[in-house]
């Protein structure tokens, strides 16, 4: 547990900036008439990437590993659809511009992409320890 108190602030830096850009990049999209769907695949890219890197060699120390980029990268696939689901339920079911959006959904996103942080680079750790 000691682990997750040392790395909190430093996965709360990293989770702020990546909420930075997928905000950027949903709200900026938006306003450019890109659509909701292409906006969402490209904060998976760009703001999983960052993410990662960000874990990796920031908060938990570590170095960038294909492996376990790519197991980050499938894991942010998987909230992908989440994320997807949540835009559209706030932008077309409630009516939401995508400036109430994009944070309500980032702040949503947050929990499941913590645990998938955590699960991808300790995975590997242990792995590699055992």
């Known amino acids: 547990m000691t682990g ?9 830096a990293g989770a702020v900036l990546c909420a930075v ?5 949903l709200i900026g999209g938006a306003r450019l008439g890109v659509p909701d769907t292409v906006g969402v695949i490209l904060t998976w890219l760009v ?13 938990y120390g570590d170095r960038l590993h ?8 499938a894991g942010g696939a ?23 959006t994009a944070p309500a959904m980032t702040v949503l996103m947050l929990i499941y992409n913590y645990l998938n942080a ?11 320890a055992g």
């Open 21 to 25: 850009i997928n905000n950027v990049i």
């Open 47 to 59: 703001g999983s990437s960052v993410g990662y890197a960000w874990h990796a060699l920031v908060t």
């Open 118 to 128: 955590r699960a991808a680079i300790h995975w590997r750790r242990r792995k590699a």
């Open 78 to 100: 998987l909230g992908t659809p989440l994320s997807w689901l949540l835009v559209m339920t706030m932008r077309k079911g409630l009516g939401w511009p995508m400036e109430w």
């Open 4 to 12: 997750v108190v040392r790395s909190g602030p430093r996965y709360l």
């Open 66 to 73: 294909w492996r376990a980029y790519g197991q980050f990268m």
